[in-house]
């Protein structure tokens, strides 16, 4: 299992593997254009785990200058429960603190305990904190 930056040439494969590990968080904002404009947004900070010829396992992350941001976090379920997913936000996060990021912010489904207990094990606390969404058009 390697662990390389994600390109935007990995759109399909990666695409096809969010069907599988995230669909209910996967919307318009994920389209094709948007991914490359992220990826070149936040150069060299998004992840993917290669591991028998096949992407099984992605990161997004990026920060807006101030706070560090992790999206898409997933491993497909063949390879899961190998730290394949600590790797992944281990080296995202270690290129947002080297950009001098200081903290790190995760969306999670209130739901979602897999997600809770992964990132509780990577030492995030939950916060009280409410999510307001609004769509632009
Ligand atoms: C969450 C996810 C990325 C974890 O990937 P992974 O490679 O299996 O996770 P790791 O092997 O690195 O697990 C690290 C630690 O997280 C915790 N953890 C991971 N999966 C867990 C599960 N199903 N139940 C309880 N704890 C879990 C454990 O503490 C684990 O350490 P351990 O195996 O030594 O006990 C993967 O389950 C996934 O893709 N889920 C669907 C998408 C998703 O919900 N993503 C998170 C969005 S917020």
């Not at 968080?25 to 900070?45: C, K, V």
Request: with cysteine; aromatic share 10%; glycine share 8%.
């Amino acid at each position: 299992m390697i662990i390389r930056c994600m390109k935007i040439e990995d759109y399909d494969e990666i695409f096809d593997m969010w069907q599988i590990t995230s669909r209910r968080a996967l919307d318009s904002a994920d389209s094709r254009e948007n991914i490359s404009r992220y990826l070149t947004r936040n150069p060299g900070m998004s992840m993917v785990a290669v591991a028998d010829g096949k992407i099984v396992g992605t990161v997004l992350a990026g920060h807006d200058g101030r706070v560090g941001f992790i999206h898409h976090m997933a491993v497909h379920p063949d390879y899961r429960r190998k730290h394949i997913g600590k790797m992944l936000a281990g080296e995202a996060m270690n290129r947002i603190a080297a950009d001098g990021i200081e903290k790190m912010q995760i969306y999670c489904y209130i739901d979602n305990a897999m997600g809770q207990s992964f990132w509780n094990s990577l030492g995030f606390n939950k916060t009280d904190n409410i999510l307001f969404y609004k769509d632009l058009k």
